[in-house]
């Protein structure tokens, strides 16, 4: 079992839907989590960061961790052409571990 | 302006040859990276350095060397011995948290 698991997509789903992300795990140490946001060509950005488990809100972008189910998730609101995208979980077992990374969804926000 | 610059953008290997790419940041952390990403695959870590003057080898580290005599220069070198260096290659910086903070990318390409 891969140690971070996240489907590929793509993901298409028509402008102003909730689009839900998601990546499961297997390490029951790591204990940050981060979603980051990749456009075609470009660097990773950091999107949004949590520490253990529990919900984080930052506009239209809510994360979400169940440690208990090995589960983390990410939503967006209202969703814009703009969100289109390549979203990537990312997470760690200590603050100066390894980042593992998940091989990333693309999105595709439909106008 | 903070920030990670990588170039080139775009660079070209004709076979046999050594190519580096360059990674030069001003955040003023001392962790770096470098990563290598594949359609579908993710990002794979070829090496890091914590600090300046020491550097350790990533999950694919073959075929690929570095260096780090300055605080804000890690340069990336991709050998002749890698046979398969087609790929978007990613620097990133990290201080003191679990956050990566990307450059821009550089697509290295076989003639």
């Known amino acids: 079992q891969k140690e971070v698991e996240q489907d590929p997509g793509p993901l298409s789903v028509p402008e102003g839907a909730i689009v839900s992300l998601n990546c499961t795990y297997s390490n029951s140490a790591f204990q940050y989590f981060m979603w980051y946001r990749q456009y075609s060509r470009k660097g990773p950005e950091l999107l949004m960061y949590?520490?253990?488990?529990g919900n984080k809100e930052d506009g239209r972008f809510t994360a979400q961790v169940d440690k208990s189910s090995k589960y983390i998730s990410l939503f967006i609101r209202d969703s814009q052409p703009s969100d289109s995208a390549t979203y990537l979980c990312?997470?760690?077992?200590?603050?100066?571990?390894?980042?593992?990374f998940g091989k990333g969804t693309r999105l595709h926000i439909l106008p | 302006d903070g920030g990670i610059t990588q170039s080139p953008k775009y660079l070209f290997r004709k076979e046999g040859q050594n190519v580096t790419l360059s990674c030069e940041q001003n955040?003023?952390?001392?962790?770096m990276y470098w990563y290598r990403q594949d359609p579908g695959q993710g990002l794979r870590l070829i090496y890091y350095s914590q600090i300046v003057n020491d550097f350790q080898k990533g999950d694919i580290a073959e075929g690929y060397s570095v260096s780090r005599e300055k605080k804000e220069s890690f340069p990336l070198t991709v050998t002749s011995a890698q046979k398969n260096p087609t790929a978007f290659y990613l620097c990133?910086?990290?201080?003191?948290?679990?956050?990566?903070?990307f450059g821009s990318g550089t697509q290295l390409s076989v003639l």
């Open positions: 990133a910086s990290r201080w003191g948290s679990e956050k990566l903070f």
């Open positions: 949590t520490y253990s488990s």
């Open positions: 990312a997470m760690s077992a200590r603050r100066d571990d390894k980042i593992i």
């Open positions: 955040l003023n952390h001392d962790a």
